[in-house]
């Protein structure tokens, strides 16, 4: 007979490396302020282990599910009796978690993305015009959550102008690939600019962007967290426009996963935003 243990209330997130995972953090800390009694652990799991991982999950339920981060995104899709739209538009998974007897993967970067935005610049997907720069894992799923939002023309700017095509190809003519020289052309009225390239981490310098072209009333946001407030959101900052950091995009993706686990949404404050930069600044 199958042992269901969905009382438990233990939930993981795997990945390799896996050691610098935020997010046992975050979840704890929910669990705290909800009074729930569980725990959310973080599990080094190897891509030859995912299977056997996953296998065991569902015989012997011994989690309610849990947090897939890299390498594990895409190949996890393939071992789950279930994989929702949103995840298949991306094409990777973040969160798992059971329906019953059905094992469930879903994305919820995307949804980070918006209800940061959301949280912190009410009414930021209003306009038409958007430009994502990078054409990576992470920026699937902020041009997933653009095209939703209405957003009618994406400019994909990337480095490697094959990849930012490639996603194109996935999302339609909505979508505008080119390469790294076309970004201040690009940036001329536009409402949004996202930074998802890796460019700008840990202070580094950026090249040159004009943000002087940008409609009035424009929203910079920055999808790197640490620094907090980076050479693109500076700048933007100095060119008077709006800007986000993307520390609440990590913390909002967190939250849909603890509703299905835990059983309550919850909230992201700035109490739990200080926590996490205590840890990223602790750990510099
Ligand atoms: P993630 O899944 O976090 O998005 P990724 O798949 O490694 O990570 O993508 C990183 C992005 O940052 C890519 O768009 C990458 O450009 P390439 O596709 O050309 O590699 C971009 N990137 C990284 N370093 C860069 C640099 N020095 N200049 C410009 N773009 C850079």
């Known amino acids: 007979m199958k042992l269901l243990r969905v009382d438990m209330k233990k939930a993981f997130v795997i990945g390799d490396p896996i050691v610098h995972s935020k997010s046992p953090l975050i979840h704890n800390y929910w669990l705290k302020e909800a009074g729930v009694s569980g725990i959310y652990e973080k599990l080094h799991i190897k891509p030859s282990e995912l299977e056997s991982?996953?296998?065991?999950?569902?015989?012997?339920?011994?989690?309610?599910?849990?947090?897939?981060?890299?390498?594990?995104?895409?190949?996890l899709m393939t071992l789950v009796d279930y994989v929702d739209p949103i995840a298949l538009e991306i094409g990777a998974a973040n969160t798992v978690w059971f329906?019953?007897?059905?094992?469930?993967?879903?994305?919820?970067d995307g949804f980070g993305f918006g209800a940061n935005l959301d949280q912190n610049c009410l009414g930021w997907d209003k306009g038409t015009?958007?430009?994502?720069?990078?054409?990576?894992?992470?920026?699937?799923?902020?041009v997933q959550q653009l095209k939703h939002r209405g957003f009618l023309e994406i400019h994909l700017i990337n480095r490697t102008v094959s990849r930012a095509q490639e996603l194109a190809l996935v999302f339609g003519e909505t979508i505008h690939p080119a390469s790294l020289d076309h970004l201040n052309s690009a940036l001329k009225n536009a409402d949004i600019?996202?930074?998802?390239?890796?460019?700008?981490?840990?202070?580094?310098?950026i090249p040159f962007v004009?943000?002087?072209?940008?409609?009035?009333?424009?929203?910079?946001?920055?999808?790197?967290?640490?620094?907090?407030?980076?050479?693109?959101?500076?700048?933007?900052?100095?060119?008077?426009?709006?800007?986000?950091?993307?520390?609440?995009?990590?913390?909002?993706q967190a939250a849909p996963g603890f509703e299905k686990w835990f059983g309550s949404l919850p909230k992201v404050t700035n109490t739990l935003k200080d926590i996490i930069v205590s840890e990223i600044e602790g750990k510099k």
Request: proline share 3%; glycine share 10%.
């Open 99 to 108: 329906d019953g007897d059905t094992l469930k993967a879903t994305n919820t």
């Open 210 to 252: 004009d943000f002087s072209k940008m409609a009035p009333g424009a929203v910079v946001t920055d999808i790197v967290y640490s620094p907090l407030e980076t050479e693109f959101l500076k700048l933007a900052r100095k060119n008077k426009l709006k800007t986000v950091d993307g520390l609440g995009m990590l913390l909002h």
């Open 53 to 75: 991982f996953i296998l065991e999950l569902k015989s012997k339920r011994l989690y309610c599910g849990g947090n897939i981060t890299i390498p594990h995104k895409q190949s």
């Open 193 to 205: 600019f996202v930074n998802t390239s890796s460019l700008g981490m840990d202070g580094a310098k």
């Open 129 to 142: 015009k958007a430009v994502v720069l990078g054409a990576g894992g992470a920026s699937r799923a902020v």
